[in-house]
């Protein structure tokens, strides 16, 4: 679904505004609705979604590298020497890493890293060990941060980003929702907020109901209560 399907949605449910018009403040107000919606939705997206892969060059002697900007977690390293991949085994403390890796150890192939967590530059790091010997490319897999931009009139005709096309339903419906709190419509408030509620549900049942997946207990939604 593009930004202005979802618009003219909204604007024919609302019986506001002119689907043929994309200039007037009515529009603004139900695109600023639709990201607030977006940002919701956002968070029901599965995390395999978000799954992307990268390279980093190895330095001979350099043992602390920055990772893409959009690096929310890595998620394994591997590199290729003499046609064998070789896969860095994670060490979870950093203790523990200085103690398996010394920094007096001779320079050798990688075979274990760190997660140094943010740089000064706001980038995810690694620490490898032992330091390289020789100059490589680094493979990895990592989940990526969401785009969280605000959509614009700009943007109209283009899908709406980083949401899988089966939870454009929640969008344009959340959407619906956020603009009927902005124009104080009572009755519109109340019909769009059941609409949005389930199709929230819908995805979170679908996602439960996924057959591809291997059987397995899933909690719900947990509170903590004072007695």
């Given at each position: 679904m593009t930004l202005q399907q979802a618009i003219d949605r909204i604007k024919l449910y609302a019986h506001h505004g002119d689907t043929t018009v994309t200039s007037?403040?009515?529009t603004d107000t139900i695109i600023r609705a639709i990201n607030d919606a977006r940002r919701d939705i956002l968070l029901e997206v599965p995390r395999a979604w978000l799954r992307k892969t990268g390279t980093k060059s190895?330095?001979?002697g350099t043992a602390t590298y920055a990772l893409a900007s959009d690096v929310q977690e890595p998620l394994f390293f591997w590199y290729t020497i003499n046609n064998a991949d070789k896969f860095l085994i994670k060490v979870d403390n950093e203790e523990d890493f200085r103690k398996l890796i010394s920094s007096n150890a001779s320079q050798n192939n990688p075979t274990h890293y760190f997660d140094a967590g943010i740089d000064s530059s706001g980038y995810r790091q690694i620490i490898v060990g032992p330091v390289p010997l020789t100059a490589f490319t680094l493979n990895y897999t990592y989940y990526k941060?969401?785009?969280t931009d605000e959509l614009?009139?700009?943007g109209?005709?283009?899908d709406i980003p980083e949401i899988p096309s089966h939870m454009h339903n929640a969008v344009w419906k959340g959407g619906l929702y956020y603009f009927a709190k902005s124009i104080d419509d009572a009755m519109l408030l109340?019909?769009?907020q059941a609409d949005y509620v389930m199709a929230i549900q819908q995805i979170r049942q679908s996602e439960d109901k996924n057959s591809d997946h291997k059987a397995a207990f899933k909690f719900g939604d947990m509170q903590v209560r004072k007695y």
């Open positions: 007037d403040a009515i190895i330095v001979q941060i969401f785009d614009t009139t700009s109209l005709a283009a109340q019909t769009s």
